[in-house]
């Protein structure tokens, strides 16, 4: 017998802009933000870091990042019907929408050059991330299945504090943390600039450009985000944006999360490097 799949529901449905937090920067926390039948199908399926290693050539090491973006799921035969669902709408143009529904005026108001360089954000021709080109499309969306693997050795943070990468338009979180996983740490930290200067260096990334982080010396902490199953974050990007993630214990558990994106072809901001 074919088991059925859940409706598909947006991670977005029903958040509005009463829930935006705009300390230190704005982003809204959303607690429970799918149904649980929906939640727990997700859940069950969700690929491990060992699976996608395997798929995408990547060594297991500590504390490592495995993403298993749309394109790999939605090609990959073994992947749950409710995956491939789940990640084709949240790299759609009705996403993008319920995106700009809801942050699009904090957008403006922190990068008010934004549309001069893109275009009206309502016109963009959605596209996904390793499907369409920048030829066709001007905003390429991804809903990315990612693991951090287990904490071997020594207690680690994947990455500081860091601001995403100029040319995406936002980013977005959404924790699946298992019931069995009693690991401290892994929390998302959000951070504020401290008075006087400040420098970002910069990393190459795994997708060929460069990663912005900065010494946490120039920032300070402002809030956490716990690290809790069902969970939401979603904030716009740019240069406010500071986050990173807190220390990890020792553990054998994977840290388990959805990534939203949405990738322009240039970079809306420059960060003083």
Not at 32 to 60: C, F, H, N, V
Not at 86 to 111: G, I, K, M
Not at 179 to 197: I, M, P, S
Not at 260 to 270: K, R
């Amino acid at each position: 017998m074919t088991q059925s799949v859940p409706p598909i529901r947006s991670l977005l449905a029903g958040v509005t802009k009463d829930d935006i937090r705009r300390d230190p920067f704005p982003h809204v926390v959303i607690r429970d933000a799918l149904p649980r039948d929906l939640y727990d199908a997700l859940s069950a399926s969700m690929p491990t870091a060992e699976y996608i290693g395997t798929r995408i050539g990547k060594e297991i090491t500590s504390n490592e990042r495995y993403n298993y973006m749309s394109e790999h799921i939605l090609q990959d035969e073994a992947m749950a019907r409710v995956w491939k669902d789940f990640v084709t709408y949240h790299a759609s143009p009705e996403f993008y929408a319920e995106f700009l529904d809801l942050f699009q005026e904090d957008l403006l108001a922190n990068l008010p050059d934004a549309e001069k360089q893109c275009g009206p954000l309502r016109e963009l021709r959605v596209g996904r991330r390793n499907r369409d080109g920048f030829e066709t499309h001007d905003i390429l969306m991804d809903c990315t299945a990612v693991i951090n693997s287990a904490v071997t050795g020594r207690p680690s943070a994947y990455r500081g504090p860091h601001v995403d990468k100029p040319h995406k338009l936002f980013g977005g979180l959404f924790y699946m943390r298992q019931t069995q996983d009693d690991a401290d740490g892994g929390d998302l930290v959000l951070y504020k600039y401290r008075e006087g200067a400040h420098r970002f260096t910069t990393s190459a990334s795994e997708y060929g450009d460069n990663r912005f982080d900065i010494d946490p010396k120039y920032v300070e902490e402002v809030t956490t985000v716990p690290y809790r199953s069902n969970t939401l974050v979603m904030y716009p990007i740019n240069p406010l944006a500071l986050h990173g993630v807190s220390v990890r214990s020792l553990t054998p558990h994977q840290r388990r999360f959805v990534a939203l994106v949405g990738d322009l072809q240039n970079p809306l901001f420059d960060l003083a490097l």
